[in-house]
C-alpha cells in the first residue's frame, strides 16, 4: 500500500515537472491500473488460459446439457447394456443399465459445476461475513471465533465433510452444505488477516472520519482490497468441492442413485472393472479434467495476482 | 561456508531464548487442550444432533417401544442432554469410548487392533510420496524451463486434481486384473497362517523371517501394500514435488550458493549439499501435514483396498450408525490429526525462529 501511494506521489511530481507550457496541451499515458496489468498478464499465462478454457468448456456444456446431450441420462436401454465405445449412437458406449455414458457425463457435468459453485457460495457468504467482522470488530466474537475455526481445523477437511453429512443425512444438497462449512475457515482467516492489515491504513481512518459507518467500511472500502487472495482460493475451492462430493457420493454420502455424479458413477462401476472399462474410466476423466481445469486457472490468478511474484 | 545462513539462526536461538521457546511451548501446549475439548464437544454433538435412535439401530426395526425404553435407559439416552455430556466428556478423558453397537467389543479394543494397519500404510504412502516427490521437485528446480520441469509440473498437477478413489481402481484394473501382478485388496495372502503381534505386518513378518527364515510372509505383505500406499500417496507426492521445487528454486537464488558455484565447487556438490538441505525445511513442514490428512484419506482408500484398518472401519460404522464407533474413531483421527500439527509446528518453531516472535 505504501509503495503505491509514494508512487502516486511521485506520478504527480513527475508531472508537475513536465507541465505543458500554458496554451499547449501534452498526453501522458495513462499508468496501466492493477486490473489492466493483470489482464495482460493473464493473456501471457499460458496455463491459466488452458484452465480458463477448460472451465468455460465444461460451464458451457453443463448449462447445455440437454441440448448437447445425445439421449437422456436416464434412460436405459436393456439391449445395449454394457455397449463398448464407438458403438453406433453410443459414442462412449453404455453402463450396466443401458444408459449412454456419453450423456450422464454431460449432465455430470452440470451437477458438479452446481455443486462447486454452490458449495463455494455457501463458504464464500459465510467466511468473508465472518472474517470481516471479526478482524473488524475484534474483541470477544473474534476470540470465539477464532477458537470455532481451531476446532474445525482440527479435523482433516475430508473427516470433516463426512462427519457434517453424517449429522446431516446422506443426500447431494447435504453434501455441498457440508463441504460449504468446511472450507469456511479458510475464508475467515484470509479475510481477518486482510481487515486487521486494512483496518488502520489511511485511506479507511480518512473514510471514517468523513462520517463512513462501519458497515460502509467493512464491506465498502476494506473488503474489495482483500478481493485478490480471495478470488484465487475460490478458484481453486471450486476443483476442491467438486473433488470432495465425488468423494463423498463415493462413499454414498452424496448424490443417490440414479444421479449421474461423477463420483456415483464411479463407485457404480466398481464391479465392472474385470468387463467394461470404459464404465469405470469416464468418469474419473471427466472429474480430472474439470478440477484440474480449476487448479490450472487458480494456479495462473495466484502468480498473477500476488505482485510478490510481479517482476 | 555453505551453512552461514543456517549457522546465524542456531546462535540466535542459543543466545536469546530458550525462555522465548519455553513460552511458545507453552502458548501451543495451552491452546490443545480447549482445542480437543471443542473436537470432543463436536463429535458429541455429531450423534445428538444426527437423525435416527442408537437403540433403534442396536435392536433393529422390529423392536418393542418397552425393549427399546429399556435400552435407551442403560445406554442412559433417557437422561438430559447435559446430563449425556457430561458422562460423555468424563469418559472421553479417560479414552473409554464404550461399547460398539454392532460388535459389542470395546470401541478402544477395536482401534488398538486397526490403527497399527492405518499407521503403516500412511507410512509406506508417505515413504514413496517423500522419496519420489523431492526427487522430482529437485530434478524440476536443476533443470528449470526444460521438458522434464513441463512434465513433472503439469504430472504434479494431474495428481492433485485426480479423484483418489478413481486412481485406486484403475491401479486395480491395471496391475491386479489387467496384468494380474499385483493382489487387488487385505494386507496378506488369506491362505498364509499368520499371527500378527505387533499388527504392524511389515513388522511381524520380519519377525517371521528371522525366525523361521521363511521370506514368503514379507514378499505377501509388501506385495500387498504397493497399490494402496501409491493411491495413497499420489496427491502428497505431487504437493511435495511442487514444494520442493519451488523452495529449491529460492535457495538456488542466493547468495551463498553463489559464491559456493563461483568458488568452483562442483554443481551437485553446491546443489545436493548446500542448498537441498535448506530447501528441505518447507518440505518438512508439508510432509507432516500430509501424513495428518493421510489418516483421513485413508477412508477411500482401504474401503477399495478392503484394507482392514481404521478409516474402512470408521466408514462401515458411519454406514451402520454405530455411533460409539463412529465418536470414538472420528475422535482418535482428529486427536492424531492436531498432535502430528502441534509437533511440525514445534519442529518448526525450532529451526525457523521467526515464527515465534509473531
New interface residues.
Given amino acids: 500500500m505504501k509503495t503505491e501511494n509514494n508512487d502516486k506521489d511521485m506520478n504527480l511530481e513527475r508531472t508537475a515537472d513536465r507541465m505543458p507550457p500554458v496554451g499547449k496541451t501534452l498526453d501522458v499515458p495513462d499508468e496501466p491500473t492493477f486490473f489492466q496489468e493483470s489482464i495482460h498478464q493473464l493473456k501471457r499465462n499460458k496455463g491459466a488460459i488452458a484452465g480458463l478454457v477448460v472451465i468455460a468448456l465444461f460451464l458451457a456444456v453443463g448449462i447445455f446439457a440437454p441440448y448437447v446431450s445425445p439421449h437422456d441420462p436416464l434412460e436405459q436401454v436393456i439391449e445395449m447394456r454394457k455397449s463398448p465405445p464407438f458403438t453406433e449412437g453410443y459414442l462412449l458406449g453404455t453402463d450396466d443399465l443401458g444408459r449412454d455414458m456419453l450423456s450422464r457425463l454431460i449432465f455430470g457435468a452440470r451437477i458438479s459445476m452446481i455443486i462447486g459453485v454452490v458449495s463455494v457460495g455457501i463458504a464464500m457468504f459465510f467466511g468473508l461475513l465472518i472474517g470481516v467482522v471479526s478482524g473488524y470488530y475484534g474483541g470477544w466474537f473474534d476470540k470465539i471465533v477464532m ?2 475455526i ?2 474445525m481445523l ?6 470433516l465433510t ?2 457434517i453429512v ?2 446431516l ?1 446422506a443426500s447431494l444438497t447435504n453434501a455441498m452444505i457440508a463441504i460449504g462449512i468446511s472450507q469456511i475457515p479458510r475464508y475467515v482467516r484470509l479475510v481477518r488477516a486482510s481487515v486487521l492489515a486494512e483496518k488502520e491504513a489511511d485511506y479507511v481512518i480518512a473514510e471514517r472520519s468523513i462520517g463512513a459507518s462501519n458497515f460502509e467500511l467493512m464491506f465498502g472500502s476494506i473488503l474489495p482490497n482483500c478481493l485478490a487472495p480471495i478470488s484465487v482460493q475460490a478458484t481453486l475451492g471450486v ?1 476442491e468441492a467438486i ?1 470432495s462430493s ?2 463423498l457420493s ?4 452424496g448424490a443417490q442413485p440414479p444421479t449421474p455424479e ?2 456415483l458413477m ?1 463407485a457404480s ?2 464391479e465392472f ?2 468387463s467394461a ?1 470404459w464404465i ?2 469416464f ?2 476423466i471427466a ?2 479434467f474439470a ?2 481445469g480449476f ?2 486457472f487458480g ?1 495462473g490468478l495466484r502468480d498473477i495476482l500476488d505482485p510478490k511474484l510481479r517482476d | 561456508m555453505g551453512n552461514r545462513g543456517h549457522a546465524v539462526s542456531v546462535s540466535f536461538v542459543q543466545r536469546d531464548n530458550g525462555l522465548q521457546m519455553l513460552k511458545y511451548l507453552l502458548k501451543r501446549l495451552s ?1 490443545l487442550i ?3 475439548i ?2 470432543a464437544t ?2 458429541f ?2 450423534v445428538a ?3 435416527g435412535d442408537p437403540a433403534r439401530v442396536m435392536l433393529g426395526e422390529r423392536a418393542t417401544k418397552a425393549q427399546l425404553e429399556k435400552i435407551r435407559a442403560e445406554m442412559g439416552l433417557d437422561r438430559p442432554l447435559i446430563e449425556q455430556y457430561g458422562i460423555y466428556m468424563k469418559n472421553m478423558v479417560q479414552l473409554d469410548f464404550g461399547e460398539s453397537i454392532k460388535t459389542g467389543r470395546k470401541v478402544m479394543d477395536e482401534i488398538k487392533e486397526l490403527y497399527p494397519a492405518t499407521i503403516e500404510l500412511a507410512f509406506f504412502a508417505m515413504l514413496f510420496a517423500t522419496i519420489v516427490g523431492i526427487i522430482i521437485g529437485v530434478l524440476s528446480a536443476t533443470r528449470r524451463n526444460t521438458w522434464i520441469d513441463y512434465t513433472s509440473m503439469v504430472g504434479a ?2 495428481g ?8 485406486a ?2 491401479l ?2 491395471i496391475f491386479s ?1 489387467g496384468f494380474d501382478l499385483l493382489p487387488t485388496g487385505g494386507r496378506i495372502n488369506i491362505r498364509y497362517y499368520f499371527e500378527p503381534m505387533t499388527n504392524f505386518y511389515v513388522i511381524d513378518s520380519i519377525i517371521y523371517l528371522f525366525r523361521e527364515g521363511d521370506p514368503k510372509f514379507l514378499t505377501s505383505v509388501l506385495r500387498h501394500i504397493i497399490l494402496p500406499a501409491i493411491a495413497l500417496g499420489t496427491i502428497p507426492l505431487a504437493i511435495i514435488a511442487r514444494v520442493t521445487r519451488s523452495s529449491m528454486l529460492e535457495v538456488l537464488k542466493q547468495d551463498y550458493i553463489k559464491t559456493a558455484r563461483s568458488a568452483g565447487i562442483l554443481e551437485n556438490r553446491v546443489v545436493y549439499r548446500y542448498a537441498l538441505k535448506n530447501a528441505l525445511l518447507p518440505v518438512i513442514t508439508i510432509i507432516g501435514i500430509q501424513f ?2 493421510l ?3 485413508a ?2 482408500t482401504e ?2 483396498f478392503a484394507w482392514p484398518g481404521i478409516g474402512k472401519w470408521l ?1 462401515k460404522a ?2 451402520a450408525r454405530d455411533y460409539p464407533a ?1 465418536q470414538g474413531g ?1 475422535m482418535v ?2 486427536t492424531t ?2 498432535l502430528i500439527n502441534l509437533v511440525v509446528d514445534i519442529l518448526y518453531s525450532l529451526v525457523n525462529p521467526k515464527i515465534r516472535l509473531q
Fill in positions: 477458537r470455532i481451531d476446532i482440527a479435523f482433516p477437511y475430508v473427516l463426512i462427519v453424517a449429522i443425512g476443483g473433488l465425488a468423494a463415493f462413499l454414498g454420502l461423477w463420483g464411479i462401476s466398481r472393472i474385470t472399462w469405470v474410466t468418469p474419473g472429474t480430472l478440477v484440474l487448479n490450472l494456479d | 491452546l480447549p482445542t480437543l471443542g473436537v463436536l463429535v454433538a455429531m444432533l444426527s437423525p498437477l494431474v492433485v486434481s485426480l479423484p483418489v478413489f478413481w486412481l481402481l484403475v486395480i484394473m486384473v495428518g490428512l489418516l483421513s484419506g477412508i477411500l474401503t477399495i466408514y458411519i454406514e463412529v472420528v483421527i482428529a490429526f492436531v
